[in-house]
C-alpha cells in the first residue's frame, strides 16, 4: 500500500507541477500579447503627429481650387509628358508627373467625401474635369502637330491598366492621405506619390489614341486613369476616417 500511496502522490504532484507550469507559460503569452499589441498600436498610429483639423482642412480644400497658374502648369506638364511619351524618355515622363498638379484635386474628392462636404466634392470633380479636358486637349494638339507621333512601348505601358496599377493606386492614396494630414508640410511626400500613381501618362496616351482615331486605345488609357483616380482617393479616405476628421457640419468656415 504504501508504494502505491507514494505513486498517487507523486502523480498529483506531478499535476499540479505541469498544471502551474502550464498556467505560467499561458501568463507569458499573455503578456507577450498585450506588449506586442501596445507596441505595434504605437507604432503604427496614424493619429501621431496629425495636424490641426483646420490645417488639413485648408491643405485639401486648397487642392480643389484653380488658378491661371495652376491650368498652365497643366498644360506644361501635359507638353513634357508627351515628347517623353512620344520618344520614351522616362526622365522626361517622371519630370512632368512631378509638376503635375492633378493630385490635388484627387485628394479632395476624397476629403470632401469623407466629411460629407457636397461643395468640396462638386468643386474637385468640377476641377478634374476641367484638368482633363485642358490635358486631353493639349495631348491630342501635339500628337497631331508631332512629325514622330507613333504607338511607342510608353504609351502602350500607359493605357494597359494592371492589377499592379490598382495595388499602387492604393499605396499612393494611402501615403496621400498621410502626408496631407502630417505636421510638417507634404510638398515632397505628394510630388512621390504623383510619381508613383502615374495619373497624368494615361491622359496623355488618351489624347494620342484621339489623334490617331484609335478608339480602343483611348478607353484604355482613360479606363485606367479613372481606376487610379478612384483607388486614390478610396485609400485617402479611409486614412482620413481613421483620423476621425469632422464633419462639413461640425466646422465654420475656417476648417475649426
Not at 482633363?132 to 504609351?155: G, N, Q
Not at 491598366?161 to 493606386?169: I, R, S
Not at 476616417?241 to 476648417?255: E, Q
Request: charged share 15%; glycine share 8%.
Amino acid at each position: 500500500m504504501r508504494p502505491e500511496r507514494h505513486r498517487r502522490k507523486y502523480q498529483r504532484s506531478h499535476r499540479l507541477t505541469t498544471r502551474a507550469l502550464a498556467g505560467r507559460l499561458r501568463h507569458g503569452v499573455d503578456l507577450l500579447r498585450l506588449h506586442a499589441g501596445k507596441f505595434f498600436k504605437r507604432a503604427f498610429n496614424v493619429r501621431e503627429g496629425r495636424a490641426p483639423y483646420s490645417v488639413i482642412h485648408r491643405r485639401f480644400l486648397n487642392g480643389a481650387r484653380l488658378t491661371g497658374t495652376h491650368l498652365c502648369i497643366l498644360i506644361v506638364a501635359m507638353l513634357v509628358a508627351c515628347i517623353g511619351l512620344d520618344t520614351d524618355s522616362d526622365i522626361a515622363i517622371v519630370g512632368a508627373m512631378l509638376i503635375c498638379p492633378l493630385m490635388g484635386s484627387v485628394l479632395a474628392i476624397a476629403y470632401g467625401i469623407a466629411t460629407l462636404d457636397r461643395g468640396i466634392v462638386a468643386e474637385a470633380i468640377a476641377g478634374l474635369a476641367l484638368q482633363m479636358a485642358f490635358c486631353l486637349a493639349t495631348s491630342t494638339i501635339y500628337f497631331k502637330l508631332s512629325p514622330i507621333a507613333s504607338t511607342t512601348a510608353a504609351l502602350v505601358d500607359n493605357s494597359t491598366p494592371t492589377v499592379w496599377d490598382l495595388a499602387v493606386a492604393l499605396a499612393g492614396g494611402f501615403a496621400g492621405g498621410l502626408g496631407m494630414s502630417r505636421d510638417q508640410e507634404p510638398a515632397t511626400l505628394i510630388s512621390g506619390v504623383a510619381v508613383a500613381t502615374a495619373l497624368m501618362p494615361p491622359l496623355c496616351a488618351a489624347g494620342f489614341g484621339i489623334a490617331a482615331a484609335n478608339l480602343s486605345l483611348f478607353l484604355s488609357a482613360l479606363y485606367e486613369f479613372g481606376i487610379n483616380v478612384v483607388f486614390i482617393a478610396l485609400a485617402t479616405e479611409t486614412v482620413l476616417l481613421a483620423l476621425r476628421v469632422p464633419l462639413s457640419s461640425d466646422l465654420n468656415n475656417d476648417g475649426v
